[in-house]
Structures are given as C-alpha cells and as structure tokens.
DNA sequence: CGGTATCCACCAAGATACTG
DNA sequence: CAGTATCTTGGTGGATACCG
C-alpha cells in the first residue's frame, strides 16, 4: 500500500484514507459505520456488557450489534473478556487505541449535538428552496 | 468524562446522538456515512470543484458524490457556489460548522493512519483464531 | 463541466427462532 | 445472558445514458 500518485504535502506518509485500498480507510469505514461509531461511543463511557449495549445504543439489533462487536475486536479497538460462567458474562472494553477513537468520535458528537438547532435551520431553509 | 446512564455533567443536554429519533444522531449519522466524511475531509484541505472531489474520494460515483454533496448542504456543512457560466464552474467550500466537523474527522482518520501496523496485527491475529 | 435519470445488483440490516 | 442461524427485504450504491 503506497501514495496514490502525486503525494500531498504530507509525503512521507504511508497510509492515506482516500486510498482505495488502503487499510486506514477500511478502518475509517469501519469506525465510521453507522453502529460502530455509536458502540464506541457508548464504550467510551465505560466497559458495558452485551445487554448493556443493546440498550444504550437505541435501535441496534442483537445481530448488527454482534457484527459490530466483532469487526471491532478485530481491528484492535475493543477488547472482549467472556468471564466463562453460568449465566454467561462478557464484557466489552476499549484497548488504548479505542479510547483515541472514541474520544475522536465524542468531539465530533459534541459538534454535532450542539449544532443541532443550526442544523434544523440549514435544513429548513434548504427544503424550502 | 462523564457516566453511564446519569444525565452528567451536562444535564441541560437537549440533543443526544443515542437517541434514535434526534437531529444529531441523523446529522452525525450523515457526516459518518460512507462517502460523505471522505467528501468533508477533502474539503478540510480547501474548496475543491465537482470533479476534483471524485478524483481526489478515490471509488466515489458521480451519483453518490453528489448525493453526499446535498446531503452535507442541506446540514448546512458545506457551502456550494455556482459560477453560472458555461461551462459550468462550481465550487464547494466547508462551513464553519463544516470546518469544526471536518478537523474532527481529521483527527479520525490520522490516528488510524497512524495505528495501520497495529490494526493490521491486530487483524492477522483475530484471522489466526 | 456538472450534474440528473434510470435501471439493477447486492448486501446491510431487521425479524424471528433457536442454542450453549 | 449472549449470542448464532436463517430468511427476507429495502436501501445503498454502481453503471450507463442523457441534459443544460
């Protein structure tokens, strides 16, 4: 995985989002996808367990919710503890690279959730056109 | 920062991106979705053209180019000015409130940039099991 | 050049049922 | 409780053609 063609100002670097095939772009889909993001989100408040999730994050399914787990324990930024017993148990954590994520993703829900009554003018306006 | 499931910090909060049913769930959902974060961390590098944006979002369609476009128009994130000459000539350009997004996202993707090695360990390990 | 319109394929995602 | 299996469908998104 290299530059695209002509590198940016940045030159030196390895991986680019905009690269079509580039690993930090998969992972960039990945966070950005519409559970992840708000399971990631969740689990920057704090370890949650399954049921917890399922709740927090209002709307997801039992199977969206597994998926987004898994692409997440995959790719490094949640780490998953199945404490083994009867009746089961497993709790879902950030690993450190998680917790910058997150933190990436909350600034950016802070922005939009204090824009929220600029947004619902801009809309408003635009439909009226 | 703050707790799981007490109002917090910010109990006068009126907008919550868990909630399925709020502007900023919808608008971060927006900005999170698929080619519509490419889009805005293009324009973190400047006002880009129509077809200088599908050549720098490598893979984007014309179509879904400029769905995204409209969409972070509507949220008021992106400003589009039509020079209305022939040929025709349009530009995109962030917002403020665009600008505040975008440099989130900056930071998004430049820790995963980063992180590629690890996530790609991270990956080769998950597969190994 | 900067789009829109149309058609179509595929997969994301919901519902439901079942299991360890 | 914490998932997995299976089925089904609607939306996402690609390809192509066309318009101002």
Do not use: K, N
């Not at 780490?79 to 600034?107: H, K």
């Amino acid at each position: 995985m290299d530059s695209v063609d002509a590198p940016g100002p940045a030159a030196s670097l390895v991986s680019d989002v905009f690269a079509r095939a580039c690993t930090s772009r998969e992972a960039f889909e990945g966070v950005t996808s519409r559970w992840s993001s708000l399971v990631l989100l969740a689990l920057g408040e704090g370890p949650h367990r399954f049921g917890e999730l399922r709740r927090r994050v209002e709307g997801v399914s039992e199977r969206m919710l597994a998926q987004a787990l898994r692409g997440l324990e995959r790719d490094g930024l949640v780490s998953r503890a199945d404490a083994g017993t009867i009746p089961p148990r497993v709790d879902y954590a950030l690993t450190p690279l998680g917790e910058a994520v997150a933190t990436g993703l909350r600034d950016l829900a802070d922005v939009l959730e204090a824009a929220v009554p600029a947004i619902d003018r801009a809309r408003v306006d635009y439909d009226a056109r």
